[in-house]
């Protein structure tokens, strides 16, 4: 059985089988330089969408920059069964085609993809998506932030989208936000993007942070609000969660570092530690240093996963005791889910195994 529900005025063609499809009008006017991809993905919603450039203009101290105007198209698919596979028509001819997977409610294994930093370096970002690519079939991405130098920059995410392509139409994307999207509208705009959210998927709970404490907010008084405010809910968030088989973290600044020159720098994430230990998350994924670090500290694996595209940095300084690896490499980290079991494994770009893990508690 065929039906069709109008969404945004776009028709939206859903069928009964377990591979579903969709299709949406194509733009008017303007080149697509984005996507397609899936944002938001819930286990009967997602916002498909497009990014389009309808001009580009310069101005006047830097005329040799042509900056592109660029806006983000999108349908909100509802109805959707979960745990399913959606394919999909995003725009005509094949680039617009592709899928992605529903979060089941139900207890299924599953594997997802963590990477972050992908901002400059575009040779190398492009060989970190082929390795993810080559070695990793992810129901789902998350990515720690820093997807591009800066967000406020439209030149910018043409270049970034182009690197992501074929990754972003094989699985749904939940980003987090990093100090290089400046807390930038087009970040929000493009990825339909919230400050902090979290999501189920099968028996895990995944909660993406905002790390971002010197940009929440216009003065100290409001970041201080606003960063209480978001610890309330994480608190609530893993209270909540306490039924799901595994918790896992996300955010761009990690609280602990093997980079000398940062150490430190992170107070408000190593604060959030003691609530990590009490509601029993498994894993905690960050990015912003551009290296490979995994810690194990009071039953909780810390891995900081920079490696995406930006300039390397050394890991000169590793914490006593917690540390189990650095590396200062280039990496993506797949996480496979079965059962009780959750495995880590960590590669560079060209498939070589960097580390591995057993998440659980
Ligand atoms: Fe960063």
Known sequence: MWCCLPVFGIALLMGASAARSAWAQPTNGGKIVGGPYVVNATPTSATLMWMV????ASHGFQWEHKA?????ERIHMTGLQPGTVQNYQAFPGEAG????????????????????????RHDVHRAVIAGILKYSQPDFVVQTGDLVEDARDHA?????FDAERELLR?????????????????????MEARSYYSFDWGSAHLIVLNSNIGSIGPDKIARDAEWEEQTRWL????????????????????????????QGQNQHMAALEPLFRKY???????GHDHNYQHYWKEGIHYFVSGGGGA????????PAGITVKTAKTENFMVVKVNGAKARVEVFKPNGEKLDSAELGN
């Open 53 to 56: 450039q309808t001009g580009e």
């Open 68 to 72: 592109p105007a660029l806006h983000a």
């Open 97 to 120: 085609k592709g899928s992605f997977k529903t979060p089941p409610v139900r207890t299924a294994p599953f594997e997802f993809v963590v990477y972050g930093d992908t901002r400059t």
């Open 156 to 160: 910018q995410w043409p270049i970034f």
């Open 170 to 190: 094989k699985a749904a994307y939940y980003p987090a936000l990093g100090n290089h999207e400046f807390n930038a509208r087009n970040y929000y705009d493009f």
């Open 235 to 262: 608190e609530a968030d893993l209270k909540n969660s306490q039924g799901a088989r595994f918790r896992f973290i996300f955010a761009h600044h990690p609280p602990m570092t093997a980079v000398k020159s940062r």
């Open 280 to 286: 029993r998350v498994a894993g905690a994924f960050f």
């Open 311 to 318: 300039p390397l940095y050394d890991v000169d300084a590793p």
